[in-house]
């Protein structure tokens, strides 16, 4: 069958060719309402009434109790009011947002320095307070990358930045972290935290793409760790 949703929010299976008792609908055409419609751009997914906060998070997933908590907390409102956008990859953009939504939107004493965040962009403020505290430096000394997509390493020194850099007393448990990289100690600290546990046990992928859920699920974690609740943050905890 070939879906079809209508002006009037029916949803319109067509067949070639109909079976009694359906021969009378017109065009050859069954028709069947439906009182939730997930469209998520490249997809159309039915649910029911289950309670979910965005069509695209359903319960149960190990994300979807993270992505709630975020919507209430009003972190997130979705890339709509229905979709949450849960595989796509975070901008830099996103993430500054986030981070400065979870710290209660402190305002910044101006303007930031980078040259490619213009004034009024939904993130511009978020990026000027982050860079006041010494979260991101930028990509370059003028440059934020709004579009850019957060790598996991990235990921992992913003958290630890947003916590004031504490201190890991455990030696790094992943073979592709190079202990002199920037993000060498942040990871660290993330796994001692248990804020990540690695794509395997040995591995981190510093370099892989963040997505949203797990973007969702990592700032889930850190609020249950000594060194967010010592931050004085207004969100509460996960």
Known sequence: PAPIVGPDGWLRLGYQAWDPPF???PDSQRRLHIAHLCVTGI???LWTDDGRTFCDVAPGNYYSQ????LADTAITT???PTVYGFDQPVTRAQMATFLWRLMGEPAPAGPDSFIDTPLGAFYSRAV???AEAGITTGVSQNRFDPDGTVTRAQMATFLWRLVDTPASTNPLQFIDVDPGRFYAQAVAWLAEAEITTG???DRVDPDGTVTR???ATFLCRLTRTSDYTTTGAPTPTC
């Open 199 to 201: 794509v395997a046990p």
């Open 66 to 69: 993270p992505v709630d908590w």
């Open 78 to 80: 979705g890339v709509t």
């Open 128 to 130: 000027a307070w982050l």
């Open 43 to 45: 997809d159309v997914q």
């Open 23 to 25: 021969t009378n609908y």
């Open 213 to 215: 859920v797990q973007m």
